[in-house]
Each structure stands twice: as structure tokens, then as C-alpha cells.
């Protein structure tokens, strides 16, 4: 592959793939299996971090220190997230600026952090089918196309500490459309019906001469897949809990479990009429439950309409009518639910196009859209649309709008702003995205203050600010004062992100990190590791150490001192395999407890065809 | 045929733009030094101009300086000047380049904003025939704010009572009295462009246009109104 490679990522909420662009058109990264996806799920182990399908098995056993979803956390505040928060087994902190952070076992880290563990997992696998030796430094990140300037520059802060240039962030049901109409030369009007994880968007394009131009866009960064998935969930621990007892409390572990067993059925009733879920409680209860494919299109129904109304908004926005709509092109794995395709099929009064893999064709258009940027593709074009339109605050608390949402990106505005009193130098400015006449109802993008304003009488100076949203749909704003000449310096303090110094640092910090005696940074991981072990047995002793016999005991209260020798030592190995041998010699203990524990909760072990 | 229309304006040019008006020399191009036929993009190399990041609209998209156009040639010439100037293409050019292709495909898509819809387009035209702002003449055709309060009366009220079928009515009025404004718009720059040379006659009808085109965005206001009311409904 030449220098100019640049690689096409869909960073998704559930999985997360890659593709190049070849002379032959875009590939997808498939691993020796021929597997092309990674699960976007990561592990905090005592053997290190892992990501993917091996981070996703352990989710059940170790629920806080294995982290998924972490797009739903992207440029959002704590209180952005109530609505998500209470399914999710890790622990979610308040962060810096109006952000948050997942602790993991004391570890703070942000979603730009976690984040771009995943993007550095899939940069290495596709060098590792590159020519040897050569590495990815740049890439081209989708995102829903209906992210605000938060979640944007959250992706691309991802990317730079993942040690990747983002040249571009293109929009998921964009990145589809560019996929499905790059071989058909005819023109046409598409609308791209994309149902993530985590995710809905709907966009409505033209295509001409090879020309993609989107109309419209549409969509709700909270609703997706996982929704259908709570609605289940719900389901089962209502009806636990009338069977079992009201007061019965569901540890991380279980919810994980009862997470699983959600969208194992989910996925199970798009191929079958009905699923049985049969979950393994303490004491010999069994709680055994079937669902059909009507109950579960029931619980389903008010998220599907809710994508239809967007549909509907959209190709309003678009002035359009469901008959102008050529063709409908369906992404996401959601989209395999047969109510999603049933109704987006009456909506639209024709068969949607579902022949490509939802789950790759947008990575697919990432590359492409990669080969345009590296000057590899020149046929082809992308005009995207900012999703949401961009105001100010304006007195008493009103927006005064300057980009009108739908607007083809790049995009330009400019405003005058003056001062207030005499010899006044800074300005402060509340620029904000949303479709709401209230600034407090919109999404807050920060604060500008325009300082460097030459003192002059009030209402005197003419400062003229100039609102740039790039072709990432991403701000920047300049500022210059029109009777000076001067321009005037700009300070943004984001209201949901990192400032440029906390990314340079993270940047430096993951630097260090590859650079550094990888054994010592293990070592640190190890030391925590095995004091949360070593904590734990304590507990348990105290508990449950009637339980053991006394050669029992011998052997755990030496594999507990070799723990402790080992620990103050710098041989990572060592402490590994005494960790593994106190768990082993504790596992008596966690048998007691965890039986004690399940005669109080459910425990989730398989589920059985019908 | 942009000679053509510059010849028959020209008089109204000098006397009504402030700001200097351009290709009285032809402008070469700076990368292969061909004579360029507008100052926005190379009609050989395809190079973009450093003057397309501040030409007018319809310099930028080649159209002639009028009202009457059509549409599909407005979204050919886009998309056309788009695959010269969008940043996509320029990703691996220098930072001056790149930010040059930023400007003016910026601009080009504010251009096409505005062209494509006609009562942007006109007020455009308006400003730049040296029209007065709505901001300075608010006015509004005789009779016209008396029959719009009437109507937002009647759309309150069908609001109120619940009244699908009498919205939907209302929409459709509105929509049509809006369509009527466009093409009495159209008429008026038509009549404008065939009496350039007399002031009295041109101001009347600038004045006229300016009371038009308020007009047109009150009932947009309350068009959008109505159909808010009647997806609210549906």
C-alpha cells in the first residue's frame, strides 16, 4: 500500500471496523478469520488492556473494569447521560468541563481516552496487513451524522491521542450513501436509514455526475439498538423481581449477564418467531421466560415510530415526498430487526436496499472518502450538511441564529459585536447548536471571549466575528476588530470537551506510554491488580473462611504471602502467576460466596433455542 | 454574454456600487498565465482565483445578474465549481491553498444557498441594485398586513379549535399568495432591467421590490407557521 494511505474508520458504539481505499476500490480489514469486526469493548485486566471479541468475553466476570458504549459518552455531560447511566455496569464520573470519566478500578479516564484505545487496537491490525513496517498516521473517522461540534471534536481528540491525524470526519449515513452509489452511474435520490447501536440519523442525497450531495439530515444521538435491548431488559427484571422478590438487587455482574441475554434474544427474533431465556438463579430457581416476535415488536414499536418521524422531518427539510426517494439504503446492524425493515418499508412505500453488510458499509465509504482526501479518488465528491443550526446568545437569553441547520458545509457567518461600556476590551460571546429559541434549551459549544479590543467609548468598536464550520462540520471562529484593523484574539473554553492542552497532554501521556518500558507500566497495573485481589480475599476469609478445610487454608494463606513478596518485586510475571495461584487457592471462598450471593440474585448461564 | 448584461447595467453600476467592479481587464490566470473568462476559476487548469473568496454570487457561479434563472443551471454551475473548489480536493496542498479552498467553498455554498431559492435570490439582487435593507424600509404593499392579520386570525383560531382540514386550508392560501409575490417579484425585475437608464422609474421600482420581498417573508413567517401546525397534527 502507497505512503499516502490514509485509513477509513467506523468507530461504532457496538463495533468498530476499518477499511482502505486499493486501486480496486474500498477493502475492509479482515484479520487472518477473515473478521472484520471488533467489538468497541475494553478490558482492564491483570494481564494488560485487551479490545475486541476477548475484551466482550470477559464482560460478564469483570463488569466495572470492562467498558463499552463508549461513544454514548462523547463530548456528554453527566447530566446529558441520565437517561443511559443506570445500564451501564462501570462506574461514570463527573469530568473536567462539564464532561465525564470512567473510573476503572481508581483510574480515571476520559472517552477520548477509552476511545482511541479502540482506534490504536484497529491502526494496529491494519498494519498488521500492511507491507511490514509500514505504519497508519492518518485517518478518516465516521461519526452520526447528527453529532454536535462536542462529540466531533471528541472523535478527533480520540484520534490524535491515539496517534492518528483525522483528516476528515465524515457523517455514517454519508460515508453508506458514498459505498452504495459509487458503481451506479445513474442518478438518484437516496435516503440512508441508519440504526447504530447507539445511534439514529436518516439523510436524504442527491447523486449526480458522481456529485453526493446531502438535503437533508436528521436523527438522535440517544436512540438505537441498545434501546431495544433495555425494553428486554426491563422486561426480565420486572418480571424476576414479581417471581423472586421486589427487593431483589441485580450486582454488575448480573446486569451484565441480563445485558447479554437482551440482545442474544433480540438478535435470535429477527430470524425466529419466539426465544426462550432461561436464567440460572441461586438455590436451584430457575426463572424461565419466552418471548415472541409480536411482544417483542410491542415493546419495540414507539423507537421504530420515533425513527419514522425523523424520516418524515427529514424529507420535509429536504422538500421532498417518500415518492421522490429512489432508493432507501439501510445501515446498522439494527436494521436487521423485521419491524425496523417493515417500517421503514410502509414509510417509504418501496423495498429498502439491504444487499451490502449494514455493518461495513460505512467503514467502506470511509475509504473512500479517504481516497478522495489522499488524491487517489478525483470522480467523486462529498457536500455534506451541518445537522444543526449554530447561533449566539443574544440579550434576555434568546439565540440569534447564524448557520441555518441543513446547510451545505463549509459554511460561513459572520456577526458584529460591540462593547457595552467605555474602554471595554473583551467581549464574551455564548456560541450554541440546537434548533430551540432558548439558550438554555440549546446545546451549549462554550464561551468565546474576544480580548485585545482597543479602548474605545462604548458601542465604538466593531468587532466582527467570523463563524467557520468546517467540511468536518467542526467551529472555528476569528475575530477582527473593523476600525482598528486588529485582530482580536479569541479564547474558547469548550463546554463539553478538552481544551487543547489536556489533549496535548494526553497525547505526550500516551507517547510515554508506547515508548516507556512497557514491563514497568504493566508492573503499576499488576501492583493495583493484585491488591484489589488481595483486599477482596480478606473480605472473604472474614466472611466465608469457616468454609475451608485446613489444608485449604494453608495453601491460600501461602499463596497470599507469595502475593504480598512478589507484589513488592519488579518481575511482572511473577506477580501475574501468584495472582493466578491466590485466585485459584481462594476460589473455594468465591464458590461459597458466590452461592450466597445467588440465592439472593440471578446469575445469567445460556439460553436455549425453542 | 456576461459583456452583454455588464453593457446594459453598466450605468446603474457605477452610479449605485460603492465597491469597484471588476473584469474591466481580463484577469490571468497565476498558475499557467492563460486569460481567464471570470476571476473565480481557470477555464484551462482549472486554478481557483484568490479573487472568488470575495466575488459577488453570481460572479462566483458564472450566472448573469438576474432574477429570472433556472434553477437546474444554477445546480449545474455548483456542482460544477464545486469539484474545483472543495477542500476534499486540496487536502494534500499547502495550508494558503487549503485555506483558500475553505473560502471560497464557503462562499460558493452560500452562493448556491441564496440563488436557489428565489426570494433569497431577489433580495440579493435588490442589495446589489442598491435597494434599501429591511432593515431600513420595513413597508409593505397596501392592504397586504391587514389581509396577513386577518389570516393569522383564522390560522390561530383553526390552531386552536383542532382544526386539521382548516389548516391544511390555510397552508394552501398562503402558499399560493406567496407564489403570486414571487412572479410579481419577477415581473418587477423584468420591468427593471428594460428601464435602467431612468432613475425616477428605477428607484419606484426598487421601492416597490423592497415592499414585495417584506412581504414575501411575512407570509413565509406564517406559512411555516401553519405548516408546523398542521405535521404537529398529522
Not at chain 2, 398586513?145 to 391544511?168: K, S, V
Request: hydrophobic share 40%.
Amino acid at each position: 500500500m502507497a505512503d499516502n494511505l490514509i485509513l477509513g474508520i467506523d468507530l461504532g458504539t457496538t463495533n468498530s471496523l476499518a477499511a482502505v481505499m486499493t486501486p480496486t476500490g474500498p477493502e475492509i480489514v479482515r484479520d487472518a478469520d477473515g473478521a472484520s469486526l471488533v467489538p468497541s469493548v475494553i478490558a482492564f485486566g491483570a494481564g494488560g488492556v485487551t479490545v475486541g471479541a476477548e475484551a466482550r468475553a470477559h464482560a460478564v466476570e469483570n463488569p466495572t473494569a470492562t467498558v463499552y458504549s463508549v461513544k454514548r459518552l462523547m463530548g456528554k455531560s453527566v447530566d446529558d447521560l441520565a437517561r443511559v447511566m443506570d445500564v451501564l455496569p462501570y462506574d461514570v464520573t463527573p469530568g473536567k468541563h462539564d464532561t465525564v470519566c470512567v473510573n476503572v478500578q481508581g483510574r480515571h479516564m476520559s472517552p477520548q481516552e477509552l476511545s482511541a484505545i479502540i482506534l490504536r487496537d484497529i491502526k494496529t491490525r491494519a498494519e498488521a496487513i500492511c507491507q511490514p513496517g509500514q505504519k497508519i498516521t492518518r485517518a478518516v473517522i465516521t461519526v452520526p451524522a447528527y453529532f454536535d461540534d462536542s462529540q466531533r471534536q471528541a472523535t478527533r481528540d480520540a484520534g490524535r491521542i491515539a496517534g492518528l491525524e483525522v483528516c476528515r470526519i465524515v457523517n455514517e449515513p454519508t460515508a453508506a450513501a458514498l459505498a452504495y452509489g459509487l458503481d451506479r452511474a445513474e442518478d438518484a435520490c437516496i435516503a440512508v436509514y441508519d440504526l447504530g447501536g447507539g445511534t439514529f440519523d436518516v439523510s436524504i442525497l442527491r447523486v449526480s455526475g458522481g456529485v453526493f450531495e446531502v438535503l437533508s439530515t436528521q436523527g438522535d444521538t440517544q436512540l438505537g439498538g441498545d434501546d431495544l435491548d433495555r425494553e428486554l431488559i426491563n422486561l426480565l427484571t420486572e418480571e424476576i423481581r414479581s417471581q423472586f422478590g421486589a427487593e431483589l438487587q441485580f450486582p454488575p455482574a448480573t446486569r451484565q449477564a441480563l445485558r447479554t441475554f437482551a440482545e442474544a434474544t433480540k438478535v435470535r427474533l429477527s430470524t425466529e418467531e419466539s426465544a426462550t431465556v432461561e436464567v440460572a438463579l441461586g438455590g436451584g430457581r430457575v426463572f424461565t421466560r419466552t418471548i415472541t416476535r409480536d411482544e417483542f415488536e410491542s415493546l419495540a414499536s414507539k423507537w421504530v415510530d420515533h425513527t419514522i418521524e425523523h424520516c418524515a422531518r427529514a424529507l420535509r427539510d429536504a422538500d421532498l415526498g417518500p415518492q421522490d426517494i429512489d432508493q432507501v439504503v439501510m445501515v446498522g446492524g439494527s436494521t436487521r430487526v423485521p419491524l425496523v425493515r417493515s417500517k421503514t418499508k410502509d414509510f417509504f412505500q418501496r423495498e429498502p436496499y439491504t444487499a451490502v453488510n449494514p455493518d461495513e458499509i460505512v467503514a467502506l465509504g470511509a475509504a473512500v472518502q479517504a481516497g478522495i482526501l489522499a488524491g487517489i479518488k478525483r470522480d467523486t465528491l462529498l457536500l455534506d450538511v451541518t445537522p444543526l443550526s449554530l447561533g449566539i446568545e443574544t440579550l434576555g437569553g434568546a439565540v440569534g441564529k447564524l448557520i441555518m441547520r441543513n446547510s451545505t458545509i463549509p459554511c460561513q457567518a459572520a456577526e458584529t459585536f460591540s462593547t457595552y461600556v467605555d474602554g471595554q476590551t473583551s467581549v464574551d460571546i455564548h456560541v450554541l447548536q440546537g434548533e430551540r429559541e432558548l439558550a438554555k434549551d440549546c446545546r451549549s459549544l462554550g464561551k468565546f471571549q474576544l480580548t485585545g479590543i482597543p479602548p474605545m467609548p462604548a458601542g465604538a468598536p466593531r468587532v466582527q466575528v467570523s463563524f467557520m464550520l468546517d467540511a468536518n462540520g467542526i467551529l472555528g471562529v476569528s475575530a477582527k476588530e473593523l476600525r482598528s484593523g486588529k485582530a482580536a484574539s479569541v479564547q474558547i473554553t469548550p463546554a463539553h470537551g478538552l481544551t487543547h492542552d489536556e489533549i496535548d497532554s494526553m497525547v505526550q501521556e500516551s507517547y510515554a506510554h508506547a515508548i516507556e518500558d512497557l514491563n514497568a507500566h504493566r508492573l503499576i497495573d499488576l501492583r493495583n491488580e493484585s491488591e484489589r485481589i488481595l483486599v477482596a480475599i480478606d473480605k472473604a476469609i472474614e466472611t466465608s473462611g469457616h468454609v475451608l478445610s485446613d489444608q485449604q487454608r494453608q495453601a491460600l494463606d501461602a499463596a497470599v504471602a507469595d502475593l504480598k513478596t512478589k507484589r513488592q518485586q519488579d518481575d511482572c510475571d511473577a506477580v501475574y502467576e501468584a495472582m493466578g495461584a491466590a485466585n485459584e487457592a481462594a476460589t473455594p471462598l468465591t464458590e461459597a460466596q458466590m452461592d450466597d450471593v445467588l440465592s439472593q440474585t440471578v446469575k445469567g448461564r445460556k439460553m436455549d433455542d425453542v | 454574454m456576461r459583456g452583454e448584461f455588464l453593457g446594459v447595467n453598466l450605468t446603474l453600476w457605477e452610479s449605485n456600487m460603492t465597491e469597484s467592479h471588476e473584469q474591466a481587464t481580463p484577469v490571468k490566470c497565476a498558475h499557467c498565465d492563460k486569460t481567464m473568462s471570470t476571476p473565480v476559476v481557470c477555464d484551462y487548469c482549472h486554478t481557483i482565483g484568490p479573487e472568488a473568496a470575495v466575488a459577488d454570487h453570481f460572479t462566483l457561479l458564472d450566472l448573469p445578474r438576474r432574477f429570472d434563472l433556472d434553477p437546474a443551471e444554477i445546480h449545474r454551475k455548483f456542482l460544477a465549481l464545486s469539484r474545483h473548489a472543495h477542500p476534499d480536493f486540496h487536502a494534500e496542498d499547502t495550508p494558503e491553498v487549503q485555506q483558500l479552498h475553505l473560502k471560497v467553498s464557503a462562499a460558493l455554498n452560500d452562493a448556491y444557498r441564496t440563488l436557489k431559492d428565489p426570494a433569497a435570490r431577489a433580495a440579493y439582487l435588490l442589495s446589489l441594485f442598491g435597494g434599501k435593507s429591511s432593515a431600513d424600509d420595513k413597508s409593505v404593499p397596501d392592504g397586504f398586513l391587514g389581509a396577513m392579520m386577518m389570516m393569522q386570525e383564522e390560522l390561530a383560531d383553526a390552531i386552536e379549535a383542532d382544526d386539521h382540514a382548516e389548516i391544511t386550508r390555510i397552508a394552501e392560501v398562503l402558499k399560493t399568495q406567496h407564489d403570486g409575490l414571487v412572479r410579481r417579484i419577477g415581473t418587477l425585475f423584468e420591468q427593471y432591467q428594460e428601464s435602467v437608464s431612468c432613475k425616477a422609474v428605477v428607484d419606484d421600482l426598487l421601492g416597490e421590490l423592497r415592499q414585495q420581498l417584506n412581504a414575501v417573508s411575512y407570509a413565509k413567517k406564517l406559512l411555516l407557521q401553519a405548516t408546523n401546525a398542521e405535521h404537529a397534527h398529522g
